[in-house]
């Protein structure tokens, strides 16, 4: 809650999929969304995908996101 009003997302990759996380410091209060971005590398039977984050301004909120994927398919 310190840095609440620098911090203004918070964005982690390499999970290999697509999900999110509320962040709850306090009893049944989100305090914030950890945004977790799918992976390039197609293991565990996921498919590669990349997400594009933006931003108003360089230090601005996060506007929108979009999330693009490869579908791989094996013979």
């Known amino acids: 809650n310190r840095h609440s009003a620098t911090i203004i997302a918070h964005l982690f990759g390499h999970v290999h999929r697509d999900d999110f996380r509320l962040i709850n410091?306090?009893?049944?209060?989100?305090?914030?969304?950890m945004l977790l971005a799918p992976s390039l590398s197609p293991i565990r039977e996921n498919h590669p995908a990349f997400r594009l984050y933006r931003m108003r301004g360089s230090s601005g909120p996060l506007v929108t996101y979009e999330s693009s994927s490869k579908i791989i398919v094996s013979d």
């Not at 410091?25 to 969304?33: I, L, S």
């Open 25 to 33: 410091y306090r009893k049944q209060v989100a305090d914030g969304v």
